[in-house]
C-alpha cells in the first residue's frame, strides 16, 4: 500500500527590539542624510529637511536628553560636494500640536510643520568639536512633549534642514537618559514619515525600515527616490517572502500599491533595500516614505512594533507514488 503523507511546517518569529539609535542596529543604516539647500537633488534628497519624532511612555518621569552624532558637516563622514560650505540646523520642539499638526506628519516641510514649542535649536557648519562625536539637547522633561492617547506616550520631534551650501549631512540620534553617554529609555522608541538616509556602499549589507499596518489598512503605496537602480527593494511580512517593487533612477520617483492581505495588519512590514553586486553603487542616498489608501503617511519605527516579522513559511512535504 502506498501512503501519502504530509507535513506541514508553519514557522513565525518575533523578534524583540530594545535598541534605540537612530537609526537602530536592526534597521542597519549607515546614516541619516540632508543635504544643504543648494544641492542638487541628483545628490539623493529631495527636500533638504529631515522629522524624526521621540516617543517617552507615559509612566516614565526621569529626564530625557536627545543626542547627535556627528552634527557638523565637514571631516570624517559627511560628504563634500567642491569645499565645505553647508551649515544645518537641529530643531527640538514638544507642546501641543508637535505632531498632532497634520503638516508636521507629511513629507514636504511646507504650512505649519515646526508645529509645537521649540524647546532648542542650534546651527552646525564644519566645526572639528562635533565631529565623529556628539552633541546633546536637554533636559527636557518627558511632560514638555505633546501627550498622544493613541501611543500611551509624550513626543518631541526633531527637524534636521540644510540651510546653506550643497554638501551632504550625515549623522545619527540616540534618545538617552545621560547628557554624556548613550543610556536607553526602556519602551522609549523613534519614528518617520520619511527616510533619508545613505546605503552601505558594501553589497553584502542589506538595510532595512519597517513600516506599521494598522487595523483597517486595505493598501500601500510605497515611494522611493534617488534609487539609482542600485539593485532591489523587497516587501517581507508574515505573507510575503520578498516582493519586489518598482525602483528609481537617477532624480526621479517611483512607487508601487500593494493590497493589504488581512494577516499582515497590526504588524510591520519589512522593506529590504538589497544593493546590487555588479556594478557596486557608492555613496548612494535615497528617500522613501509610505502612504495607505487615503493618502496618509504611515510611520516606519527603528524599533519594528511586533519585532522583525519573518515569512511564515508553509511545506508540504510527500513521498512521490511508487
Known sequence: MIRRVAVIFVFFLFQVSYSQPVPSLEENIPFLMTFGNEAE????????????FFLIPADFKRQVFIRVFDPDIGGTHDEIAGDWNTQSTYEVFGGAGCH?????????????????????????????????????????????????????????????EGITGDDG??????????????KPIEGANAYAYEYSFRMHNDP??????????????????????DWDNDGDILVVSRERQGQ??????????????????????????????????????????VVVNVRNQFDETMP?????????????????AEPLDE
Open 244 to 285: 519586489r517593487l518598482t525602483v528609481s533612477g537617477e532624480e526621479n520617483w517611483e512607487w508601487d500599491e500593494i493590497k493589504v492581505i488581512k494577516e499582515e495588519e497590526k504588524s510591520s512590514y519589512d522593506f529590504q533595500f538589497v544593493k546590487s553586486k555588479n556594478p557596486v553603487v557608492r555613496n548612494n542616498n
Open 300 to 316: 516606519f519605527y527603528t524599533s519594528p512594533i511586533g519585532g522583525i516579522p519573518k515569512y511564515k513559511y508553509s511545506v508540504i
Open 169 to 182: 549631512n550625515m549623522y545619527r540620534y540616540f534618545i538617552s537618559t545621560s547628557a554624556n553617554e548613550n
Open 204 to 225: 553584502n549589507e542589506v538595510s532595512h525600515i519597517y513600516p506599521y499596518v494598522t487595523e483597517g489598512t486595505i493598501t500601500v503605496k510605497i515611494y522611493n527616490f
Open 41 to 52: 537633488i541628483s545628490w539623493g534628497d529631495d527636500d533638504f529637511s529631515q522629522t524624526f
Open 100 to 160: 498632532s499638526e497634520d503638516d508636521a506628519r507629511e513629507t514636504s516641510p511646507i504650512g505649519n510643520y515646526k508645529s509645537g514649542i521649540l524647546l532648542g535649536r542650534k546651527v552646525f557648519g564644519e566645526d572639528p568639536r562635533y565631529d565623529n562625536d556628539w552633541y546633546t539637547f536637554g533636559p527636557f522633561n518627558p511632560e514638555e512633549g505633546e501627550y498622544s492617547e493613541q501611543f500611551d506616550g509624550h513626543l518631541f520631534k526633531v527637524i534636521c
